[in-house]
């Protein structure tokens, strides 16, 4: 168990080393923020156009609306994920990817990844109602579903970039991967949670800073550095999310650490020695 974890916990130090190498995959979550946000705001503006302000009790198209807003926003967050695992996949096997390798592979895999948006935006309607319409034990399922729902489908997206299969067999691979791999997973999303929690609270320094100054200038601009700060440190932990799913899944799949991660965890030295 312990060597599981401890493995895990490699796979996580050849994540951040990939993103010390590869920057620009920093790009991604933002594009698949502002895709997600513009895609929200059309739908948005669609359905205050054709069915009027939000607030109303539930009707079939206000259900519809919001079946579409979730296919969009998984969409949009499943297809920057796919460039970033294949640039990260690249990368841990040795070579030197860039944006487009990421973009153009999640473009040839959309069909695939349109196909799990639809099925993950079923899956957390579905989980929403039962959690908001449900009392006491119904509550406490969907939780418990919801948690299974994600462990079950963590490898989902690599499984769609790199099998030939479709979104519903994905489910049924990714959980077999799980299972292979679950104390390295647990390992690698612990260590990175945990380290970037840790990073998250130094965003409260210059808050504290600024209202230790008395200054109601000074505090604002602490404020506004921190949030700044939390919005890069939200961008490298989706791609480092991305990274670590690649990294998990070459090593559920061969059963050895990625070729490239020698390299990633020499880089991520080399940086932190510079």
């Known amino acids: 168990m312990f060597e599981r974890l401890k493995r895990g916990w490699q796979l996580t130090k050849a994540s951040f080393g990939v993103l010390q190498q590869d920057k620009e995959i ?28 939000p607030g109303s009790p539930m009707t079939i198209p206000r259900y519809v609306l919001l079946f579409l807003m979730y296919v969009t926003a998984a969409f949009g967050g499943t297809f920057f994920l796919a460039a970033t695992i294949e640039m990260a996949s690249i990368r841990l096997e040795g070579g030197d990817p860039v944006v487009r390798d990421g973009l153009a592979k999640a473009w040839e895999k959309k069909t ?28 406490l399922l969907a939780a418990g579903l ?34 292979q791999t679950w104390g390295e997973a647990a390992g690698g999303v612990g260590s990175a949670g945990i ?34 700060y939390w919005i890069v440190l939200a961008a490298a932990n989706t791609a480092v999310d991305g990274i670590l799913k690649a990294a998990l899944f070459r090593y559920a799949d061969t059963g050895e650490l990625p070729s490239g991660f020698e390299a990633a965890e020499a880089g991520r030295v080399t940086a932190d020695a510079g």
């Open 146 to 179: 919801e948690l299974g729902w994600a462990v079950a489908t963590f490898f989902a997206v690599p499984v769609l970039v790199y099998r030939d299969i479709g979104p519903l067999a994905a489910i049924k691979e990714s959980g077999g991967l799980m299972r």
């Open 112 to 139: 695939k990844l349109l196909g799990w948006a639809v099925i993950a935006a079923t899956v957390g309607i579905l989980l929403r109602v039962l959690r908001h319409r449900g009392k006491g034990m119904a509550r």
């Open 26 to 53: 920093l790009v991604l979550p933002v594009l698949a923020f502002l895709s997600i946000v513009l895609g929200l705001a059309f739908w948005g503006v669609v359905g205050f156009a054709t069915i009027g302000l």
């Open 195 to 228: 380290v970037f929690f840790a990073l998250g609270l130094l965003g409260l320094l210059p808050v504290v800073l600024g209202f230790l100054a008395g200054s109601v200038t000074i505090l604002l601009v602490g404020i506004a550095v921190a949030v700044s």
